[in-house]
Protein backbone atom coordinates (compact mmCIF):
# COMPACT_ATOMS: atom_id res chain seq x y z
CA UNK A 1 0.00 0.00 0.00
CA UNK A 2 0.84 3.49 -0.90
CA UNK A 3 0.03 5.64 2.35
CA UNK A 4 1.98 5.40 4.90
CA UNK A 5 0.81 3.58 8.70
CA UNK A 6 1.50 5.62 11.44
CA UNK A 7 1.75 3.27 14.57
CA UNK A 8 0.67 5.01 18.00
CA UNK A 9 1.89 2.90 21.10
CA UNK A 10 3.98 2.46 23.80
CA UNK A 11 6.37 -0.22 24.40
CA UNK A 12 5.11 -1.24 27.66
CA UNK A 13 1.38 -1.05 26.60
CA UNK A 14 -1.07 -3.36 24.81
CA UNK A 15 0.61 -1.89 21.21
CA UNK A 16 2.56 -4.54 21.47
CA UNK A 17 -0.01 -6.79 19.65
CA UNK A 18 -0.02 -4.40 17.02
CA UNK A 19 3.45 -3.82 16.73
CA UNK A 20 3.75 -7.81 16.56
CA UNK A 21 0.94 -7.48 13.51
CA UNK A 22 3.02 -5.10 11.49
CA UNK A 23 6.09 -7.01 12.01
CA UNK A 24 4.03 -10.94 10.26
CA UNK A 25 3.15 -8.32 7.86
CA UNK A 26 6.57 -6.66 6.47
CA UNK A 27 4.97 -3.84 5.79
CA UNK A 28 6.82 -0.11 6.34
CA UNK A 29 5.50 1.66 9.21
CA UNK A 30 6.13 4.28 11.43
CA UNK A 31 6.07 4.53 15.22
CA UNK A 32 4.71 7.77 17.54
CA UNK A 33 5.77 6.86 20.98
CA UNK A 34 4.08 8.30 23.18
CA UNK A 35 4.41 8.51 27.27
CA UNK A 36 1.65 7.36 29.06
CA UNK A 37 -0.31 10.46 30.95
CA UNK A 38 -1.07 14.29 29.50
CA UNK A 39 1.06 13.05 25.84
CA UNK A 40 -1.53 10.68 25.53
CA UNK A 41 -4.07 13.44 26.35
CA UNK A 42 -3.28 16.33 23.81
CA UNK A 43 -5.69 17.48 21.60
CA UNK A 44 -3.30 16.22 18.37
CA UNK A 45 -3.64 12.72 20.03
CA UNK A 46 -6.95 12.73 21.26
CA UNK A 47 -8.39 13.90 17.32
CA UNK A 48 -6.50 10.09 16.61
CA UNK A 49 -7.62 8.56 19.56
CA UNK A 50 -10.63 10.22 22.38
CA UNK A 51 -9.91 7.94 24.30
CA UNK A 52 -6.29 8.94 25.24
CA UNK A 53 -5.09 5.14 24.46
CA UNK A 54 -2.71 3.86 22.49
CA UNK A 55 -2.37 1.49 20.41
CA UNK A 56 -3.51 3.37 17.24
CA UNK A 57 -2.95 3.58 13.39
CA UNK A 58 -3.31 5.74 10.54
CA UNK A 59 -3.14 4.28 7.33
CA UNK A 60 -3.73 7.60 4.57
CA UNK A 61 -6.45 9.22 5.88
CA UNK A 62 -8.33 6.31 8.04
CA UNK A 63 -7.72 5.80 11.36
CA UNK A 64 -8.22 2.97 13.23
CA UNK A 65 -8.13 2.51 16.68
CA UNK A 66 -8.99 -0.80 19.46
CA UNK A 67 -6.34 -4.23 19.49
CA UNK A 68 -8.79 -5.86 17.80
CA UNK A 69 -10.14 -3.78 14.59
CA UNK A 70 -6.61 -2.54 14.45
CA UNK A 71 -5.78 -6.66 13.50
CA UNK A 72 -8.66 -7.40 11.18
CA UNK A 73 -8.03 -4.01 9.39
CA UNK A 74 -4.37 -4.78 8.86
CA UNK A 75 -5.10 -8.50 7.85
CA UNK A 76 -8.00 -7.02 5.32
CA UNK A 77 -5.87 -4.34 4.28
CA UNK A 78 -2.50 -6.62 3.25
CA UNK A 79 -3.74 -10.32 2.25
CA UNK A 80 -0.68 -11.36 0.60
CA UNK A 81 0.24 -11.67 4.81
CA UNK A 82 -2.47 -14.33 4.78
CA UNK A 83 -3.18 -13.12 7.98
CA UNK A 84 -6.73 -14.17 7.41
CA UNK A 85 -8.78 -16.82 6.47
CA UNK A 86 -10.52 -17.00 3.16
CA UNK A 87 -13.88 -15.00 4.01
CA UNK A 88 -15.98 -18.28 3.55
CA UNK A 89 -14.04 -19.51 6.49
CA UNK A 90 -14.07 -17.09 9.02
CA UNK A 91 -16.27 -17.88 11.52
CA UNK A 92 -14.18 -19.03 14.55
CA UNK A 93 -11.87 -16.23 13.01
CA UNK A 94 -14.26 -13.63 14.24
CA UNK A 95 -15.40 -15.62 17.07
CA UNK A 96 -11.74 -15.82 18.93
CA UNK A 97 -11.05 -12.75 17.60
CA UNK A 98 -14.15 -10.88 19.78
CA UNK A 99 -13.71 -13.30 22.67
CA UNK A 100 -10.60 -11.91 22.98
CA UNK A 101 -11.37 -8.14 22.53
CA UNK A 102 -15.20 -8.68 24.39
CA UNK A 103 -14.91 -11.05 26.76
CA UNK A 104 -11.14 -11.93 28.05
CA UNK A 105 -9.84 -8.19 27.99
CA UNK A 106 -12.58 -7.33 30.64
CA UNK A 107 -12.86 -10.21 32.32
CA UNK A 108 -8.95 -10.19 33.20
CA UNK A 109 -8.87 -6.52 33.82
CA UNK A 110 -11.66 -6.50 36.26
CA UNK A 111 -10.15 -9.69 38.40
CA UNK A 112 -6.70 -8.08 38.44
CA UNK A 113 -8.71 -4.96 39.69
CA UNK A 114 -9.30 -7.20 42.27
CA UNK A 115 -13.28 -7.52 41.54
CA UNK A 116 -15.43 -10.26 39.57
CA UNK A 117 -18.95 -10.85 39.41
CA UNK A 118 -20.23 -13.41 42.04
CA UNK A 119 -23.85 -13.86 41.31
CA UNK A 120 -26.14 -15.03 39.02
CA UNK A 121 -27.49 -11.62 38.96
CA UNK A 122 -24.03 -9.71 37.88
CA UNK A 123 -23.10 -12.52 35.75
CA UNK A 124 -26.24 -12.36 33.28
CA UNK A 125 -25.49 -8.52 32.88
CA UNK A 126 -22.15 -9.02 31.74
CA UNK A 127 -21.42 -10.15 28.43
CA UNK A 128 -18.34 -12.11 29.94
CA UNK A 129 -20.42 -14.16 32.39
CA UNK A 130 -17.52 -14.40 35.27
CA UNK A 131 -13.71 -15.01 34.89
CA UNK A 132 -13.53 -18.53 35.39
CA UNK A 133 -15.90 -19.53 32.80
CA UNK A 134 -14.33 -16.97 30.63
CA UNK A 135 -10.98 -18.89 30.93
CA UNK A 136 -12.75 -21.89 31.13
CA UNK A 137 -14.02 -21.20 27.56
CA UNK A 138 -10.52 -19.75 26.19
CA UNK A 139 -8.75 -23.25 27.24
CA UNK A 140 -11.40 -25.28 26.03
CA UNK A 141 -10.90 -23.24 22.43
CA UNK A 142 -6.70 -23.78 22.01
CA UNK A 143 -7.16 -27.19 23.91
CA UNK A 144 -4.82 -29.45 21.38
CA UNK A 145 -4.38 -27.02 18.72
CA UNK A 146 -2.15 -25.78 16.90
CA UNK A 147 -4.41 -22.90 15.80
CA UNK A 148 -7.49 -21.46 16.57
CA UNK A 149 -9.08 -20.81 13.71
CA UNK A 150 -8.17 -22.99 10.92
CA UNK A 151 -5.25 -24.79 9.56
CA UNK A 152 -2.43 -21.61 9.87
CA UNK A 153 -1.08 -18.61 11.54
CA UNK A 154 -4.01 -15.75 11.63
CA UNK A 155 -4.55 -12.74 13.71
CA UNK A 156 -7.19 -14.34 15.72
CA UNK A 157 -3.78 -16.92 17.23
CA UNK A 158 -1.84 -13.70 17.38
CA UNK A 159 -4.39 -11.97 19.71
CA UNK A 160 -5.07 -15.09 21.51
CA UNK A 161 -1.50 -16.13 22.23
CA UNK A 162 -0.52 -12.46 23.28
CA UNK A 163 -2.94 -12.33 25.33
CA UNK A 164 -2.70 -15.54 27.21
CA UNK A 165 1.38 -15.32 27.31
CA UNK A 166 1.27 -11.79 28.91
CA UNK A 167 -1.33 -12.59 31.15
CA UNK A 168 0.46 -15.43 32.76
CA UNK A 169 3.66 -13.20 32.68
CA UNK A 170 2.01 -10.59 34.84
CA UNK A 171 -0.01 -13.69 36.88
CA UNK A 172 -3.68 -11.76 35.67
CA UNK A 173 -4.39 -15.35 34.46
CA UNK A 174 -3.27 -18.63 36.37
CA UNK A 175 -0.57 -20.31 34.04
CA UNK A 176 -2.31 -23.81 32.30
CA UNK A 177 -0.06 -26.46 30.41
CA UNK A 178 -2.92 -25.95 27.46
CA UNK A 179 -2.14 -22.06 28.01
CA UNK A 180 1.48 -22.24 27.49
CA UNK A 181 1.61 -25.40 24.91
CA UNK A 182 -0.65 -23.26 22.77
CA UNK A 183 0.84 -19.95 22.79
CA UNK A 184 4.31 -20.21 23.36
CA UNK A 185 5.12 -21.39 19.39
CA UNK A 186 3.29 -18.23 18.58
CA UNK A 187 5.07 -16.14 20.65
CA UNK A 188 8.22 -17.52 19.54
CA UNK A 189 7.68 -16.34 15.74
CA UNK A 190 10.29 -14.33 14.39
CA UNK A 191 8.24 -11.24 13.58
CA UNK A 192 7.09 -11.28 17.40
CA UNK A 193 10.80 -11.44 18.58
CA UNK A 194 11.92 -8.16 16.06
CA UNK A 195 9.00 -6.58 18.01
CA UNK A 196 10.04 -7.24 21.39
CA UNK A 197 13.67 -6.57 20.62
CA UNK A 198 12.66 -2.92 19.08
CA UNK A 199 10.25 -2.24 22.20
CA UNK A 200 13.41 -3.38 24.51
CA UNK A 201 15.41 -0.66 22.99
CA UNK A 202 12.48 2.05 23.09
CA UNK A 203 12.23 1.12 26.81
CA UNK A 204 15.55 1.40 27.40
CA UNK A 205 15.68 5.08 25.92
CA UNK A 206 12.98 6.02 28.12
Known amino acids: MADEIVFYTNPQSRGA ?5 LEEIG ?15 TPDYLA ?12 GNTVVTETGAILCYLADIFPEARLAPPLSARGAYYRWLFFVAGCCEPAMGNKASGWNPDTPE ?30 RFTAADLYMASFLH ?34 AKLTAKA
Not at 17 to 21: E, L, N, S, V, Y
Not at 31 to 36: C, D, G, I, P, S
Not at 167 to 181: L, S, Y
Open 122 to 151: LQARLGYGSYERTIDTAAKAVEGKRFIAGD
Open 17 to 21: MTHWM
Open 48 to 59: INPMGKVPAIKH
Open 27 to 41: CPYRMEVLAFGPPMK
Open 166 to 199: WGMMFGAIEKRPVFEAYARPHVERPANKRAEEQA
